[in-house]
């Protein structure tokens, strides 16, 4: 069945760097969905893209949608103590069915 | 908008118990809802699909006479672990399908179930 990679599993970042979190599936993605989950929270929809090559911006954090529609990645800038938290990756291999999430990459923060 | 409610939010209950929790979409309505469960610092493990009016369909793995699911209305979607064992303990997350035709999620605030 679809598998979902995310790589870190954990990322420490000192307060004011960069950092990109992988988000990798073994078949084609009809989208990537990125999700925020808080520690003791619920995840919480951030973005969708859904075009081979997407990028889209949220402020600090680019989510990018590979050519292939295999990958993803999420950077974010100038890390915050409010960027803590959890980040997921999820998508279905065809439009309109289930979600399957990625392991997630839980992002501590240094200040 | 886009608001799913889950309650409860916490229980604790006994070994042999049934415990049922609900989840409501509050502005829109969902056709599909999902039953996920997360063990601490794991990700997202779908149990269900709900569909309304219809049976729930079941991930492999997941007992269906353990996990009830009825999905009685467009807003409301109800899961009931029955004969709930210290095993069962989790954090039990509900979503619903948002806009139709984007795929993307809403979740529920969870609720963590404590089995003595």
């Known amino acids: 069945g679809q598998q979902v990679m995310q790589i870190p599993q954990y990322q420490h970042v000192q307060e004011g760097e960069d950092f990109t979190t992988y988000c990798n599936s073994s078949?084609?993605?009809?989208?990537i969905q990125w999700y925020k989950q808080r520690p003791g929270g619920h995840p919480v929809f951030l973005i969708q893209?859904?075009?081979?090559?997407e990028v889209k911006k949220q402020k600090r954090l680019t989510f990018q949608f590979g050519e292939a529609k295999k990958n993803s990645s999420l950077h974010i800038t100038a890390t915050q103590t409010t960027d803590v938290g959890t980040y997921f990756c999820?998508?279905?291999?065809?439009?309109?069915?289930?979600?399957?999430f990625g392991g997630g990459t839980r992002v501590l923060v240094k200040p | 908008g886009a608001v799913v409610s889950q309650h409860p939010s916490r229980v604790i209950c006994k070994s042999g118990t049934s415990v049922k929790i609900e989840c409501r979409s509050l502005?829109?309505?969902?056709?599909?809802m999902f039953w996920y469960r997360q063990f601490p610092k794991k990700s997202l493990m779908l149990m269900a699909t709900?569909?309304?009016?219809?049976?729930?369909?079941?991930e492999q793995g997941v007992e269906k006479d353990k996990f009830l699911i009825n999905h009685a209305s467009l807003t409301l979607s109800t899961l009931t672990v029955t004969s709930a064992h210290p095993e069962d303990s989790s954090f039990y997350i509900c979503?619903?399908?948002?806009?139709?035709?984007?795929?993307?999620?809403?979740f529920g605030p969870g609720t963590r179930l404590t089995v003595l």
């Open positions: 709900s569909n309304e009016g219809s049976k729930a369909t079941y």
């Open positions: 502005d829109f309505q969902a056709t599909t």
């Open positions: 979503s619903a399908d948002g806009t139709s035709g984007t795929d993307t999620q809403y």
């Open positions: 078949t084609t993605l009809s989208n």
């Open positions: 893209l859904v075009k081979s090559g």
């Open positions: 999820a998508g279905p291999a065809t439009a309109g069915n289930k979600l399957t």
